[in-house]
């Protein structure tokens, strides 16, 4: 296992662990203090599965350009709502929307070491060919230059 993906090892245990969060919340129907129940749900629901489909595609992010896109724009978008997110239910009341800023904070800089030392660079999004590259068996992996 390279250097990228044990952080992308530890972003997605962090994004879990947000994700289990809010599902908890969302099956013990308990809203965040100061917001109504479906306004709570709903802000839930989506974060919950925007942390989950980032976490998932830090995973394949070298086996498919879409799951290459989606981790690169969910490992900026996603921190950033997690931050925000911390600051408004820690407004509303909640004293654990503190944790959901440390948590984003750290899942920024994981995130920036999964992607730095030309990582984008090696996924299938900016090398359409790198899945044919990355391929046992191939004629460029073998080395016949294809």
Same mark, same amino acid.
Request: charge should be positive; aromatic fraction near 12%; glycine fraction near 10%.
């Given at each position: 296992?390279?250097? !990228?993906?044990?952080?992308?090892?530890?972003? &997605?245990?962090?994004?879990?662990?947000?994700?289990? #969060?809010? =599902?908890?919340?969302?099956? #013990?129907?308990?809203?965040? /203090?100061?917001?109504? &129940?479906?306004?709570? !749900?709903? =802000?839930?629901?989506?974060?919950?599965?925007?942390?989950?489909?980032?976490?998932?595609?830090?995973?394949?992010?070298?086996?498919?350009?879409?799951?290459?896109?989606?981790?690169?724009?969910?490992?900026?978008?996603?921190?950033?709502?997690?931050?925000?997110?911390?600051?408004?239910? !820690?407004?509303?009341?909640?004293?654990?929307?503190?944790?959901?800023?440390?948590?984003?904070?750290?899942?920024? #800089?994981?995130?920036?070491?999964?992607?730095?030392?030309?990582?984008? #660079?090696?996924?299938?999004?900016?090398? /359409?060919?790198?899945?044919?590259?990355?391929?046992?068996?191939?004629?460029?992996?073998?080395?016949?230059?294809?």
């Amino acid at each position: 296992m390279d250097r !990228h993906s044990k952080y992308a090892l530890v972003a &997605t245990a962090l994004f879990c662990g947000g994700v289990a #969060l809010e =599902v908890a919340r969302l099956l #013990l129907n308990a809203p965040w /203090p100061g917001f109504s &129940t479906w306004i709570s !749900h709903l =802000v839930s629901g989506a974060f919950g599965s925007l942390w989950a489909l980032t976490a998932v595609s830090l995973w394949f992010r070298h086996d498919s350009i879409v799951a290459a896109r989606m981790a690169w724009f969910g490992s900026f978008i996603a921190p950033f709502v997690m931050f925000l997110h911390g600051l408004v239910t !820690h407004m509303g009341g909640s004293r654990f929307g503190l944790g959901y800023v440390l948590v984003a904070a750290l899942l920024g #800089l994981a995130l920036t070491r999964v992607w730095d030392r030309g990582e984008r #660079l090696s996924t299938p999004a900016d090398a /359409p060919d790198h899945a044919a590259r990355s391929t046992p068996g191939s004629p460029d992996a073998m080395g016949y230059g294809v």
